[in-house]
T-cell receptor, first 117, second 116 residues
Framework: DVKVTQSSRYLVKRTGEKVFLECVQD?????MFWYRQDPGLGLRLIYF???????EKGDIPEGYSVSREKKERFSLILESASTNQTSMYLC????????????????FGPGTRLTVT | AQTVTQSQPEMSVQEAETVTLSCTYD???????LFWYKQPPSRQMILVIR??????QNATENRFSVNFQKAAKSFSLKISDSQLGDTAMYFC?????????????FGRGTSLIVHP
């Protein structure tokens, strides 16, 4: 089974701190994604990556950056945390299905609930 | 821009009954994928069912089936014989091709409660 792990389930940080959220997947997936999930807003894409050292902005990249130095690891960085970044952060990975039909099913990590005070 | 609309923020159903969750999307693409994901309380998001846009036949996975109406841009999820374990947030997702991959857009979710 594919496993996507995130470094912390719960995190509390102070305003202005630099925050690192780590995500690791063990299935050699090419694509990795960072989302934030807020009640009533669903999942919103922050950044994604097609391959090592590649990154693309999603719908809400402001205030965030990412790093992908190794294929299995995708990090989300909050350069200077603010209270409006308090949220649940979900990481996901995907790859074409083995059947070749594509589809890019996403495999999600358990999420990190970040509170910025 | 692609949008995905789930018009039912909350729904409830009695155990063993059938419930349908609605999803509509807006796109000019012809090649794309549609998904329903389930997020149980305090648990990880998992895939429920997938539909390729080029396939006319509606996807089914055991008690879960979809009604895919491409012209109407509608993708509803039907859950038959509802079980208590179906209580969860359900998200509809649209994925369009971009570069070497597919880019996702999620709806805002429908909270489903199954009552005993």
């Amino acid at each position: 089974d594919v496993k996507v792990t995130q470094s912390s389930r719960y995190l509390v940080k102070r305003t202005g701190e630099k925050v690192f959220l780590e995500c690791v997947q063990d299935m050699d997936h090419e694509n990795m994604f960072w989302y934030r999930q807020d009640p009533g807003l669903g999942l919103r894409l922050i950044y994604f990556s097609y391959d090592v050292k590649m990154k693309e902005k999603g719908d809400i990249p402001e205030g965030y950056s990412v790093s992908r130095e190794k294929k299995e690891r995708f990090s989300l960085i909050l350069e200077s945390a603010s209270t409006n970044q308090t949220s649940m952060y979900l990481c996901a990975s995907s790859s074409p299905t083995l059947s070749g039909a594509g589809g890019y099913e996403q495999y999600f990590g358990p999420g990190t609930r970040l509170t910025v005070t | 821009a692609q949008t995905v609309t789930q018009s039912q923020p909350e729904m409830s159903v009695q155990e063993a009954e059938t419930v349908t969750l609605s999803c509509t999307y807006d796109t000019s693409e012809s090649n794309y994928y549609l998904f329903w994901y389930k997020q149980p309380p305090s648990r990880q998001m998992i895939l429920v069912i997938r539909q390729e846009a080029y396939k006319q036949q509606n996807a089914t996975e055991n008690r879960f089936s979809v009604n895919f109406q491409k012209a109407a841009k509608s993708f509803s999820l039907k859950i038959s014989d509802s079980q208590l374990g179906d209580t969860a947030m359900y998200f509809c997702a649209f994925m369009k091709p971009s570069g070497g991959s597919y880019i996702p857009t999620f709806g805002r979710g429908t909270s489903l409660i199954v009552h005993p």
